[in-house]
């Protein structure tokens, strides 16, 4: 008898640099929200979590959650352009390989992809050249 070899589908996860910014994506958005509820000066924020914000970054007045909060939506900022910029050109080099072993099937997922377009608004509601 033969043996026939499944072949089993790989499930490709993320290289660890992007777990990694990924986790710190996640770290930074969960204190943003009480960041901005301790500038706000509200008192649901526990003391807990305000001395440790303020121990973790550094500052000890009000007046430099501005400053700070601005940063921390810069750093997510960044770090979500890097990770756009790697899953764009992970989706480059499958399209290369994919129009290289298979044309047919490259094209067949760049018509999928592109059928989704919106409807284009109607003629009455635009005055382009008024």
Request: with cysteine; aromatic share 10%; net charge positive.
């Amino acid at each position: 008898m033969e043996k026939h070899s499944i072949k089993k589908k790989q499930i490709s996860k993320p290289p660890p640099w992007v777990r990694c910014i990924q986790g710190s994506i996640n770290g930074i958005r969960k204190e943003l929200p009480v960041l901005v509820e301790i500038k706000r000066d509200n008192r649901r924020v526990q003391n807990v979590k305000r001395t440790r914000l303020f121990k973790k970054y550094n500052t000890e007045k009000k007046e430099d959650l501005n400053r700070l909060i601005q940063e921390l939506k810069q750093k997510v900022a960044a770090k979500m352009q890097r990770l756009s910029r790697y899953w764009k050109r992970q989706n480059q080099y499958y399209q290369n390989k994919l129009f290289t072993t298979d044309c047919k099937k490259f094209y067949n997922q760049l018509r999928q992809t592109y059928s989704n377009v919106k409807d284009a608004p109607e003629k009455v509601g635009i005055n382009i050249w008024e």
